[in-house]
């Protein structure tokens, strides 16, 4: 006799064909004997009600991604569903995912409880193994012939959604060189560069206007000279997958974030 909490159709077939009874949860049941006489026969489901979820093989896509950013802004203790509405995703992906960090070790839980504890520095370095900034369907590369500062003169009076991330943002909190790049979240390119008077530009651009993977990017932002910035999570990732000397700055600014770990999470 095989007890089984699912039995699919083609495991009940071969134990059929071998002359073992079986029952599953499912409500699957062949009960078969010669003394006394009994035939029981029950096919409830082909399908297993019961199937278990696969754990998420990468991190990438936006879910992933504001999952991500919730393990590294939100300091543990955190429990699937507090973590899924944190991110805004399903309990049962969030779950998916986790199984998947917890298996790379870059989370620990408590049996049959929260997360206690996060390495999110190496969720970040682990997210950016599937992640990209500058993917050419998201981006635009423009040219401000007036130079960076006026950029920024310009962003503090602009009416539109923005994120600046990447090197200018990482220069604010812990400077490794002086930026030569401007990259910034905007949700329309073309409105951005036309508010900011920049113009297209294929070689010699000093600008970069990202269209976010999710609106994610612009939570948790930080001001300084009235200028918004992506959280430092964001930027560090964004560090992280940059050309250059990219990763080099994600280093020094998670450097920062390690030794202020007040100032960012909450």
């Given at each position: 006799m095989v007890f089984s909490t699912f039995l699919s159709p083609r495991t009940r077939e071969r134990l059929q064909a071998v002359g073992l009874n079986y029952v599953d949860l499912a409500g699957n049941i062949r009960l078969v004997a010669d003394r006394p006489g009994l035939f029981i026969?029950?096919?409830?489901?082909?399908?297993?009600?019961?199937?278990?979820?696969?754990?998420?093989?990468?991190?990438?896509?936006?879910?992933?991604?504001?999952?991500?950013?919730?393990?590294?802004?939100?300091?543990?203790?955190?429990?699937?569903?507090?973590?899924?509405?944190?991110?805004?995703?399903?309990?049962g992906y969030v779950s998916r995912t986790l199984a998947l960090l917890d298996r790379e070790d870059l989370i620990r839980r408590s049996p049959r409880g929260p997360i206690t504890s996060v390495d999110w520095q190496g969720?970040?370095?682990?997210?950016?193994?599937?992640?990209?900034?500058?993917?050419?369907?998201?981006?635009?590369?423009?040219?401000?012939?007036?130079?960076?500062?006026?950029?920024?003169?310009?962003?503090?009076?602009?009416?539109?959604r923005y994120a600046v991330t990447g090197s200018f943002a990482a220069s604010k909190i812990a400077p490794v060189a002086s930026p030569r790049l401007l990259i910034c979240y905007v949700d329309d390119r073309r409105r951005a560069a036309e508010g900011l008077d920049l113009r297209?530009?294929?070689?010699?651009?000093?600008?970069?206007?990202?269209?976010?993977?999710?609106?994610?990017?612009?939570?948790?932002?930080?001001?300084?000279?009235?200028?918004?910035?992506?959280?430092?999570?964001?930027?560090?990732?964004?560090?992280?997958?940059?050309?250059?000397?990219?990763p080099a700055e994600a280093d020094a600014l998670m450097k920062w974030m390690a030794d202020n770990e007040n100032a960012w999470r909450s």
């Open positions: 026969y029950e096919r409830s489901a082909d399908k297993n009600p019961w199937r278990e979820e696969r754990p998420a093989r990468s991190l990438r896509g936006a879910k992933a991604g504001r999952i991500v950013r919730a393990l590294c802004d939100f300091l543990p203790p955190l429990g699937v569903r507090d973590l899924a509405k944190k991110a805004g995703a399903d309990a969720l970040i370095r682990r997210w950016a193994q599937d992640y990209s900034l500058l993917e050419p369907k998201r981006t635009g590369s423009f040219l401000e012939p007036r130079g960076l500062p006026s950029s920024f003169e310009k962003l503090g009076k602009v009416d539109f297209s530009a294929e070689v010699g651009a000093n600008v970069i206007l990202v269209q976010p993977f999710d609106p994610v990017v612009y939570e948790r932002s930080w001001e300084r000279e009235g200028v918004k910035f992506a959280a430092l999570s964001q930027v560090a990732v964004d560090l992280e997958t940059s050309p250059g000397r990219g």
